[in-house]
């Protein structure tokens, strides 16, 4: 079980920590690429942006092929029952430790939790009290929005 995840700065971790809400929501890659290049603009001008930590997808599909209702269980799990590694994270589910593994290796790269290494152990941890799931129904480009793949 190779991990490919960077690990997060400690700098990040304490960001990440101070935070206490993850939006997800849905948009086109354009209009993300519209977003970000107006943050950066209003970066350069020195105006307020807003930071809370979003996390986005391309489609409807995408969202909900990410976070099923197993995935936001083990979130939550993860949350409420702090495990001190995947191994007991695996226990806490009552699910194969490889299959967890293989479920928090692609969080940790969304972002949606990090690993805090102790030793050989890795504990995953949930920074977020809160999920916020943005599900705008009018989008630019609403093909991107129900295309299946």
Known sequence: MSDTTSPLHPMEREQLLAESTLVVTVKSSDEFYE????????????????????LSFTSYDDLMETLTPRVLDLIEAIRHEEPSSINETA????????????????????????????????RPVVWFDELVI????????SDTATRTK
């Open 134 to 141: 943005n599900l705008p129904f009018d989008m630019e480009n």
């Open 35 to 54: 977003d970000v290049t107006e943050s950066i603009r209003s970066l350069e001008r020195g105006d307020a942006v807003d930071s809370t930590p979003t």
């Open 91 to 122: 226990r806490v589910v009552d699910r194969d430790v490889k299959n967890v593994h293989e479920e928090l290796s692609r969080l940790a790269r969304l972002g949606v939790i990090f690993f805090e290494e102790d030793g050989q152990s890795k």
